[in-house]
C-alpha cells in the first residue's frame, strides 16, 4: 500500500504562483509515472503533468510554459511549479502514481487551489 500525500495549496491572486509537493510512502524509483491531476467542481478529473521513468514529461495544453513538474527520488516527492495562475486554474490537484509490478493506480486526498481574479 503506497500513500500519497499532497500539500502547497491555497489561495493565490491571478498571476501569482504556488508549489506543489505529493510525498510518498515508497520509494519512487520503480514508478512507471507520477503526474498531476485536477478536477473543478462539476468537471471531470483531467492530467495536468506527468513524468515517466525516462524522465519524459507530458503537459495538458493548457499549462504549457505556466506548470512545471519535477521528481525528487531521494525524497520521494513530484513537485508542481505554477506560475503565472489564471482562475481556471482553480480546482483540487491530486497526485498520481503507477509503480511497476501491479495494476493499481494510486491517488492522494487533494489539495484545493484557488485562483482569485
Known amino acids: 500500500q503506497v500513500q500519497l500525500v499532497e500539500s502547497g495549496g491555497g489561495l493565490v491572486q491571478a498571476g501569482g504562483s504556488l508549489r506543489l509537493s505529493c510525498a510518498a510512502s515508497?520509494?519512487?524509483?520503480?514508478?512507471?509515472?507520477m503526474g498531476w491531476f485536477r478536477q473543478a467542481p462539476g468537471k471531470q478529473r483531467d492530467l495536468v503533468a506527468l513524468?515517466?521513468?525516462?524522465?519524459?514529461?507530458l503537459y495538458a495544453d493548457s499549462v504549457k510554459g505556466r506548470f512545471t513538474i519535477s521528481r525528487d527520488n531521494a525524497k520521494n516527492t513530484v513537485y508542481l511549479q505554477m506560475n503565472s495562475l489564471k482562475p481556471e486554474d482553480t480546482a483540487v490537484y491530486y497526485c498520481?502514481?503507477?509503480?511497476?509490478?501491479?495494476?493499481?493506480?494510486?491517488w492522494g486526498q487533494g489539495t484545493q487551489v484557488t485562483v482569485s481574479s
Open positions: 513524468i515517466n521513468s525516462g524522465g519524459s514529461i
Open positions: 498520481n502514481a503507477d509503480y511497476y509490478g501491479t495494476s493499481r493506480s494510486y
Open positions: 515508497a520509494s519512487i524509483f520503480s514508478t512507471k509515472s
